[in-house]
Each structure stands twice: as structure tokens, then as C-alpha cells.
């Protein structure tokens, strides 16, 4: 069974303010992933990680910033939250084997507002 | 840049039928394909992987079918019960360097006691 948790499940909170989602994941996996789903619609890919000191942008732009100092620890923060950052993150890890990407456990994700 | 479609939107069946959704994606040079199911607000729960040299993988009720070369894929759900009742979610990973998924938006399935 996966252990990767997200907190906060919820946040609302006022355009300007710094924030910071936390994920973490019991597992030991090397890769991790910051996805953004928006109602209705699919996932996309924000930020993934292929270890420690290790961060890249993925499909869809976006304002927000990651960083990896522990392999379980994978935050993403937003130094100034607007309404268009409203939205559900989702953080997710997988295991890569040499030649096989095994696969990806996703948290619960945490559901933003920004007023 | 990969595609990812899935057929149909929403479907609704009584409980008992056999049932199956469609996947399809534009690109074939693929790694693996991951079905998921998503959950009013909850994560995404994994249902099924399978690489890219596998054609199907089962698990309890659920087979997921594979064919790259064709760009499909199919889940398949045998005697349905309210509980299966979700959002079920493709995705791909692609091959080629890129890494993360690319999903489709889903299929929204209810099924009826």
C-alpha cells in the first residue's frame, strides 16, 4: 500500500500570500511529481524530481516552485497566491528500476483557493 | 505531443453488466499506461500498469488491454457493483526522455443498485 501524504487537504487563503503545500512519502522513491488539476478537467504535470537536488519543470507552466533536500519531502510553494492559482495539486512519487518506471502513487491531493 | 483520449464522458449501467472503457493516445512511443480511479475529492488510486512490451494485466474483477502500436487501450470490468462507481483515469507515460504522465480526462461511471 502507498504512504504519500499532502497537508493542507484544503487551504483558502488571500491573493498575496505566500504559500506552501507539503508532500511526503514513506516509500523511499527517487521520483517524485507535482500535478495541477483544474475542475473538470484532466491532470498535468507541474514539477517532478528524480532524487535529492534534483527538481524539473514539467508540461504546463507554472508560477509555483519546488525543491527536493530530503528524498521523502517534495514541497511546493507559491510566493505570491493569485485567483488564478486556484486549483487542486496533487503530489505523486514512483519507483525507477534502471529500465522500468514502475508505477505512480498518488496523495490525496490538497485543494487550493485563493480569494 | 501526446494525446491522451478516453470514450465515453460518463456511462451509467445497472449493477451486475460487464462493462468496458476506452483509451486511446496519439503518440505510441510509450513506456507504460497506468489506469486510475479518482474519487470525489480524494486522490487518485491506481488500478492497473502495464509496460509497454505487456498487452494486458488483470487484477480481481479489472483487465486492462495494451495495443501501442494502435494507440488503445481498454479497461474491462466484470460484474459491476455500486462500489465501482468513480471517475476512471488513462494515462501514458511517454518514451523518448520525457517524464510524468499524460492523462485524459476521464470516464465518469455510476452504477445503479
Known amino acids: 500500500e502507498a504512504d504519500i501524504y499532502q497537508t493542507p487537504r484544503y487551504l483558502v487563503i488571500g491573493t498575496g500570500k505566500k504559500i506552501t503545500l507539503e508532500c511526503s512519502q514513506t516509500m523511499g522513491h527517487d521520483k517524485m511529481y507535482w500535478y495541477q488539476q483544474d475542475p473538470g478537467m484532466e491532470l498535468h504535470l507541474i514539477h517532478y524530481s528524480y532524487g535529492v537536488n534534483s527538481t524539473e519543470k514539467g508540461d504546463l507552466s507554472s508560477e509555483s516552485t519546488v525543491s527536493r533536500i530530503r528524498t521523502e519531502h517534495f514541497p511546493l510553494t507559491l510566493e505570491s497566491a493569485r485567483p488564478s492559482h486556484t486549483s487542486q495539486y496533487l503530489c505523486a512519487s514512483s519507483e525507477y528500476l534502471g529500465t522500468t518506471y514502475n508505477e505512480q502513487f498518488f496523495g490525496p491531493g490538497t485543494r487550493l483557493t485563493v480569494l | 505531443k501526446q494525446e491522451v483520449t478516453q470514450i465515453p464522458a460518463a456511462l451509467s449501467v445497472p449493477e451486475g453488466e460487464n462493462l468496458v472503457l476506452n483509451c486511446s493516445f496519439t503518440?505510441?512511443?510509450?513506456?507504460?499506461l497506468q489506469w486510475f480511479r479518482q474519487d470525489p475529492g480524494k486522490g487518485l488510486t491506481s488500478l492497473l500498469l502495464i509496460q509497454s512490451s505487456q498487452r494486458e494485466q488483470t487484477s480481481g474483477r479489472l483487465n486492462a488491454s495494451l495495443d501501442k502500436s494502435s494507440g488503445r487501450s481498454t479497461l474491462y470490468i466484470a460484474a459491476s457493483q455500486p462500489g465501482d462507481s468513480a471517475t476512471y483515469l488513462c494515462a501514458v507515460m511517454a518514451g523518448g526522455g520525457a517524464d510524468g504522465l499524460t492523462f485524459g480526462k476521464g470516464t465518469h461511471l455510476i452504477i445503479q443498485p
Open positions: 503518440d505510441s512511443a510509450i513506456y507504460n
